[in-house]
């Protein structure tokens, strides 16, 4: 919204705070008796107003982020304040700015100017605001179950460490993107002596990748991809735009090669057994069990290698028994050969052979340092297996002297968590540092209790060559320390604050000047500065060609036994909504419906429509998936496109012995296998039906558009849109002068990949009430941003079509005549408004949309929690019980701009960004005035449409039509345009 | 025929009558005398035991319906089985149902009494009344339907200091306020205005504190002939000012419906299907309460089988009209081409709630068409489950209008299903527990059978008699 030189993000910097600030004020100021009784009227009301603020900050003195008491010039109280920072939810580390009013944030937006993420911020990033204001937060920290102070946390600790006796410290974390935590981490282990092992519970299978990579580039990072660069992208089974590695990142990536224009249509062939995003995004979809993926990819290394001179060792590499799709890999292996250097294949898997195999397609068809760059690795991915396959035996050996757990919760998702309790009792000292009461943090004698990462400082590279900083939004809201502050208070560094320890290691190693100039143009932007030297990479050892291929061939020879008929592939994945389950207490989250089963806080167990029926299972039938011994249970959902021999089971849900409040569906399927790792592949699995049932919380139920004219596929992006045209009718309103603006949105539906930012920007920003999975099921969700799933043609292998629903701002909106007391009604700039104080709640209105956008408030569903409510808004109305509430097209953000413009005396609005917009990583939705240059040409492109047209309300949302590139000889999306399931 | 051998219970069909002959309305063989005292009998008795049996039933099923709507109140719509799709559901239903039963009143007492059908003045007192708590319950819906009902005044256009704030003119809902409304005060009236001579002979007749309330309820009436004069043209000016009113109140609840977009209501034909489903509906309630007064109240001298037999020929008539009705909505949905009007039909009669829609044909079509038999006419049992089925039928039509149109509308991402919880079917219950005690109180204060206008039936009877012999 604003625009650069604006200076559009502060800083929250010790220098800046105001000389009045309760920094600078005495603890206490209570009068003693003699003063008291000397008061006069003046001096009394002196005090008591001095001792209400004083009252209002009773805190520990206040070094580093505070909310302004006493403003300084530029903070003026109802006006948001923006800090730049880095999302920390998950390794991909994306750019952030933290919108914050009167000293707390409420919203979290993508940082536009960040070099990978470029201003989208995907569901569950923005879902970690949700998670600051968590009434179930620690608060403090806690020594053997009992509330401690932090003095005697670091005494036991520094205690415990100096006991070790020559057994290891172990630091187990997910991956850490922060070199200075890493340096933090590093110091730590230097004093004491020990490992870090990274773990990411969230990951589908990078491990067989990261081997892969060692063996062929000599270091175990996995190349960054560069899909803008390929006009061919293939893809195994990885999740690349729903919950893969860096879902916003290659989002961005993916949807703006889709939309460059000059250049052809980017191809995307995925190759899966359980319907992912990805998949649903893909122009071709072939569908492969585990196994059958890796025959897919030795047989197209053959081809390829045949055509490839010096490769014909490749060329001779056995084929396994399941390479199924003879004709579709001869295809395709001419297209990769006709797109050398164009071209890019990714694999998940844990399949080293398959790993091994792509990595190998990609250097021979001279795709490295194009579509992907071995130099420039991508850091957010550094687990492996062997590391966890270490320490899980030297915890049941007792040879681990220490253990820190930042952050993780073994004990919650690793499946034997009787064994590794018991294990964990006889290491000497066990620390977690965590945010929330977790299984682990419930085995460990001391627990740190953590920051969330908006109350901390930080840094972050997820790839190389790319740095950005952290920094807090807000004052810590309870007795909780930085995990770096903890880290460094028991390494014994001379330094001990995160902003000191992060400050000093920016200026002497990153900051190009080591003066406070630079560092604090570096925290105003929260980015490094061009040129700043940036993490050191591991070595790479120069790679071996013959030891490569060798590796190749002795991994193709191990192959996995044969499956029987009867067993099942069980693939256990993560849901773009919860992932790995960390942040499943946060209820934006677990609102928020999976976009392919359209489930809502709950996890289901996800049935191809033949395996259904041969199972007797229809929709929230509880089946029991066991795996060896282990078995969990799961409500069934059918879902066209699933591979039928292959179950798909989300991990994020459940969790045992967490106390979560929330919890609905203690499932907790990652429990399933024995490895310690999450999402794994090509399980075998027994499934069998139980007799008992579920009412699934399902926001959608019925998955055909049934021929209407509502959403479409077109073969090329010129192509025109059959059957949406709009009635020339006659029109019976009087006609409007229009005025400028006239807003107008466009959603490219090429672009949305259904990934469901938008929804909880939307959540966010417009204080939508949460309403819990009874209600979810009773079809009463509150979301004004859904986004429509269609599947069209046939069940066994559909196209699958999203279609973000919100109110479309009708011209001629039924809501508004029907309405008794005209609570919603028509805006000069087009908007079709509710005036939430008007509203009697007769739901006329709800009944009267076509859309079906409008949500009513069946009851009292805001929190009651005074910590919950801070997330609140201050700008949009919390809607009352028995009111009629929809989207405004962020009405507040219109009405800012406005006043922006008034302000400065202009006559034009400055830009306005809803807040679905901004977040949308695939930049999908367009919005402004419909005249403007922008929007007029979206509005009447070949691929233009609206839903509904022929109903006649004229709605100010236009569709583009999504389009789908099929190979030559196969049938072309027309067939199935618009059509049924 | 010899008057003084006939009895009621020796009615039988009217082509048993001689030819040239007509079967009296009321027994003949009364005086004026002992219309009178029959007919104040209930008022100015004890109630006996059938009579305090019902009261209690309807009393505690009132206190039980009641008892849910302020749960309802408290709690929040969400108690409904409601949900985003389907925004009304037991609520309207009820509500265009008792509109719908409050129809035969105005219609019995205005339109056949310009029509001339003397056959009314028995049934016509006590349809009017039903008229009356009809509407009471009926507006009792839109009220409580509300998600802040305690700001209802907002439906009503009157001056504040709201600013600019006024009611939308074009919102169906308002015309229904002014409508219902208005409807309410002219049958109100007219009731009364037809009470004045009977509560000036119940006044007559009573001692202490029942003369005064009754003299202050017969308004002065003295009896003489320019007050009959008066009375006559008063009423036959309020007929004529009730009669478009029959036709509008259904009219505009149909328009609740007909002026939205979503098919299955978008449809031009509901206005008078919505007024003949209200004949149909309405005369079956007053059939099925009048069967039950007269058995309680001992009125079959003066509520006889010849009435029955018209009400049942006009049940016929009327269902055929509305079977005529659910005819041409499937035909004009097939013929329109439009997609989504022929899905809306198909879906009601082969969706989920699809036997709903057979119960509704069941009950409406079917039913009826017993009623071509003489003898069904004239039997009680086959009226009486006649006009129950109907009231039920007529229950699901309104069910079928409202819920099975908007469950499943243009996008079927939003498709969905609606359940009523125990708290709407309570409440559906309750408001019968209203009518049933404000019907049970009337009979008790006002001669639920019009003294004058029997005794003017029973003086035409017999200036006809005398004539054709």
Same mark, same amino acid.
């Given at each position: 919204m604003a625009t650069p030189d604006e200076r559009p993000w502060m800083e929250l910097d010790e220098s800046q705070a105001h000389p009045l600030a309760p920094a600078a004020a005495p603890e206490r100021a209570e009068p003693t008796e003699s003063d008291a009784l000397a008061l006069r009227r003046r001096s009394f009301l002196t005090l008591a107003g001095i001792s209400a603020s004083l009252a209002a900050c009773e805190r520990l003195p206040v070094r580093h982020a505070l909310p302004y008491v006493v403003a300084p010039e530029e903070i003026t109280p109802g006006v948001a304040t923006h800090y730049a920072s880095t999302c920390q939810a998950c390794p991909a580390a994306c750019g952030l700015v933290a919108t914050v009013r009167d000293g707390r944030p409420v919203k979290l937006e993508g940082h536009p100017e960040h070099p990978l993420s470029g201003g989208g911020l995907c569901a569950f990033g923005q879902g970690d605001l949700r998670a600051l204001y968590d009434a179930g937060r620690l608060r403090e920290p806690a020594i053997d179950g009992q509330a401690a102070s932090w003095e005697d946390v670091d005494r036991r600790v520094a205690a415990g460490l100096a006991e070790l006796g020559g057994r290891p410290l172990v630091v187990l974390s997910r991956t850490v993107t922060s070199p200075t935590l890493r340096s933090a981490i590093d110091g730590l282990l230097a004093r004491w002596g020990g490992r870090l092992v990274e773990l990411d519970p969230d990951a589908e299978p990078a491990s067989a990748a990261l081997e892969a990579a060692e063996i062929l580039h000599g270091r175990p990072l996995l190349p960054a991809l560069e899909i803008g660069a390929a006009d061919l992208l293939v893809t195994f089974a990885t999740d690349l735009l729903g919950a893969g590695p860096e879902p916003v990142v290659h989002t961005a990536q993916w949807a703006a090669r889709r939309r460059a224009a000059a250049r052809p249509p980017l191809r995307h062939v995925h190759v899966e057994g359980s319907l992912s995003l990805t998949g649903a995004n893909a122009d071709e979809r072939w569908l492969a069990t585990a196994a059958e993926r890796r025959g897919i990819a030795l047989a197209l290394l053959r081809k390829v290698a045949a055509a490839s001179p010096g490769a014909e060792a490749l060329a001779a590499i056995d084929l396994p028994a399941a390479a199924p799709h003879a004709a579709r890999v001869d295809a395709l292996a001419k297209e990769l050969l006709a797109a050398r250097g164009r071209s890019l294949v990714v694999t998940a898997t844990e399949d080293l052979a398959e790993a091994l195999a792509v990595g190998w397609i990609n250097r021979l068809l001279g795709n490295e340092g194009h579509t992907l760059d071995p130099e420039r690795p991508s850091l957010v991915r550094r687990g492996l297996d062997r590391d966890l396959a270490w320490l899980r035996g030297a915890l049941a050996r007792g040879e681990v002297g220490a253990l820190l757990v930042l952050g993780l919760d073994p004990l919650d998702q690793w499946p034997d968590a009787d064994a590794i309790r018991k294990a964990l009792a006889r290491v000497p000292l066990t620390i977690a540092v965590t945010d929330r009461p977790t299984a682990t943090a419930s085995a460990c004698q001391v627990v740190a209790a953590a920051h969330h990462p908006l109350e901390c400082w930080s840094d972050a590279s997820p790839r190389a060559g790319v740095l950005s900083l952290a920094q807090p939004a807000v004052r810590p809201l309870f007795a909780t320390r930085a995990p770096l502050a903890s880290l460094l208070a028991w390494s014994g560094a001379p330094l001990r604050e995160d902003r000191e320890f992060l400050a000093e290691r920016w200026k002497r190693e990153v900051l190009p000047a080591a003066d406070a100039a630079a560092w604090r143009t570096a925290v105003r932007r929260g980015l490094a500065p061009e040129g700043a030297a940036v993490a050191a990479l591991p070595a790479a050892r120069p790679s071996d060609a013959v030891a490569a291929v060798a590796a190749l061939r002795a991994a193709v020879a191990t192959s996995a036994a044969a499956r029987p008929a009867d067993v099942l592939e069980a693939e256990l994945i993560a849901e773009v909504a919860l992932r790995d389950g960390s942040r499943s207490h946060v209820p934006w989250l677990r609102e928020l419906p999976d976009p392919l089963t359209r489930a809502a806080w709950s996890a289901c167990a996800r049935l191809a429509p033949e395996t259904a029926r041969s199972l007797g299972v229809a929709d929230g039938d509880i089946v029991r998936v066991s795996v060896g011994a282990r078995s969990v249970e799961m409500a069934a959902r059918v879902l066209p496109g699933q591979h039928p021999r292959v179950i798909g089971l989300p991990v994020g849900y459940g969790g045992r012995g967490s106390g979560d409040p929330v919890e609905w569906n203690a499932t907790r399927a990652a429990s399933l296998d024995g490895s310690g790792r999450a999402l794994r592949r090509g399980l075998s699995a027994r499934v069998e039906r139980t007799d008992r049932r579920e009412r699934l919380p399902l926001v959608q139920r019925h998955a055909s558009s049934e021929g209407r004219p509502i959403v479409f596929q077109v073969a090329g992006a010129d192509e025109a849109v059959h059957g949406a045209h709009v009635p020339e009718g006659r029109d019976l309103w009087p006609a409007r002068e229009p005025t400028k603006p006239q807003w107008h949105m466009v959603l490219d539906l090429d672009a949305c990949t259904g990934c469901s930012a938008c929804v909880v920007a939307c959540q966010a920003e417009n204080n939508i009430a949460v309403v819990g999975a009874d209600e979810i099921a009773r079809n009463r969700g509150m979301h004004w941003l859904r986004i429509d799933r269609y599947f069209v043609g046939s069940p066994d292998e559909p196209d699958v079509l999203f279609e973000p629903m919100m109110c479309s701002q009708c011209d001629h909106a039924p809501c508004e005549t029907v309405c008794p007391v005209a609570a919603t009604v028509h805006s000069e700039d087009g908007l079709n408004q509710q005036v939430y104080n008007r509203c009697v709640g007769t739901r006329y209105c709800a009944n009267n949309c076509p859309y079906k956008v409008r949500a009513f408030n069946w009851f009292d569903n805001q929190p009651s929690e005074p910590v919950a409510r801070m997330v609140l808004n201050p700008d949009v109305t919390v809607r009352a019980r028995g009111v009629m509430e929809k989207c405004t097209f962020c009405v507040q953000r219109i009405q800012a701009a406005r006043i922006a413009a008034r302000a400065a005396g202009t006559a034009d609005l400055p830009e306005v960004q809803t807040a679905c917009q901004q977040s949308c990583p695939a930049r999908a939705i367009h919005f402004g005035d419909g005249a403007s240059e922008s929007i007029a040409s979206r509005r009447h492109a070949p691929r233009a449409f609206q839903a509904l047209?022929? @109903?006649? @309300?004229?709605?100010?949302i236009t569709y583009l039509a999504r389009v789908r590139t099929r190979a030559a000889g196969a049938p072309s999306p027309h067939d199935s345009q618009g059509g049924h399931s | 025929m010899s008057a003084s051998a006939w009895t009621p219970d020796r009615l039988g069909p009217a082509e048993l009558w001689p030819p040239g002959e007509r079967e009296p309305l009321v027994s003949d063989s009364l005086d004026h005398g002992e219309v009178t005292r029959a007919l104040v009998a209930p008022v100015e008795g004890r109630p006996g035991k059938g009579w305090w049996i019902a009261f209690v039933t309807a009393v505690t099923v009132l206190v039980m319906g009641f008892s849910l709507i302020g749960w309802t109140v408290y709690k929040g719509i969400g108690t409904w089985g409601l949900n985003r799709t389907v925004g009304w559901g037991y609520d309207i239903t009820n509500f265009v149902f008792w509109v719908g039963i409050g129809h035969a009143g105005t219609l019995i007492s205005a339109i056949l009494l310009l029509l001339r059908q003397q056959w009314r003045t028995s049934i016509a007192r006590a349809a009017e009344g039903m008229t009356i708590f009809a509407v009471c319950c009926a507006g009792l819906f839109p009220l409580i339907h509300m998600g802040r009902p305690w700001l209802a005044f907002w439906m009503f256009p009157y001056p504040n200091s709201r600013g600019s704030l006024w009611v939308n003119y074009r919102s169906p809902l308002v015309w229904d306020v002014f409508a219902i409304s208005t409807y309410l005060t002219v049958s109100l009236l007219f009731w009364y205005l037809g009470l004045v001579p009977d509560f000036a002979t119940l006044r007559d007749r009573a001692r202490g504190w029942r003369q005064k309330l009754y003299g202050w309820l017969s308004l002065g009436w003295d009896g003489s002939a320019r007050t009959w004069q008066r009375y006559e043209k008063a009423c036959l000016l309020l007929a004529g000012l009730a009669t478009p009113l029959v036709v509008s109140v259904h009219t505009i609840v149909s328009f609740d419906f007909a002026t939205s977009v979503i098919p299955g209501w978008h449809t031009t034909i509901f206005p008078p299907y919505f007024v003949a489903g209200a004949v149909f509906s309405g005369f079956a309630m007053v059939m099925t309460l009048v069967l039950l007064t007269r058995r309680l109240l001992h009125l079959e001298r003066f509520i006889t089988m010849r009435h029955f037999d018209f009400m049942a020929k006009v049940l016929i008539t009327t269902g055929l009209m509305v079977g005529l009705a659910y005819a041409t909505e499937l035909f004009i949905a097939w013929y329109s081409g439009s997609r989504y009007e022929r899905f809306t039909f198909w879906n009601r009669a082969f969706g989920p709630y699809a036997w709903a829609y057979w119960l509704m044909v069941f009950c409406n079509v079917v039913v009826p068409q017993v009623f071509w038999s003489a003898r069904a006419r004239r039997s009680e049992l086959v009226l009486f489950i006649a006009s129950i089925f109907v009231n039920i039928g007529m229950w699901f039509e309104r069910f079928n209008i409202v819920v099975i149109s908007l469950h499943r509308d243009y996008l079927p991402s939003s498709w969905s299903h609606y359940t009523p919880t125990l708290v709407e079917v309570g409440i559906l219950i309750g408001s019968f527990g209203l009518f049933f005690t404000l019907f049970l109180l009337f009979v008790r204060v006002a001669p639920v059978v019009a003294l004058h206008e029997i005794k003017h039936t029973l003086a035409l009877q017999k200036e006809g008699a005398h004539g054709t012999h």
């Open positions: 047209a022929d @109903v006649g @309300v004229r709605p100010s | -």
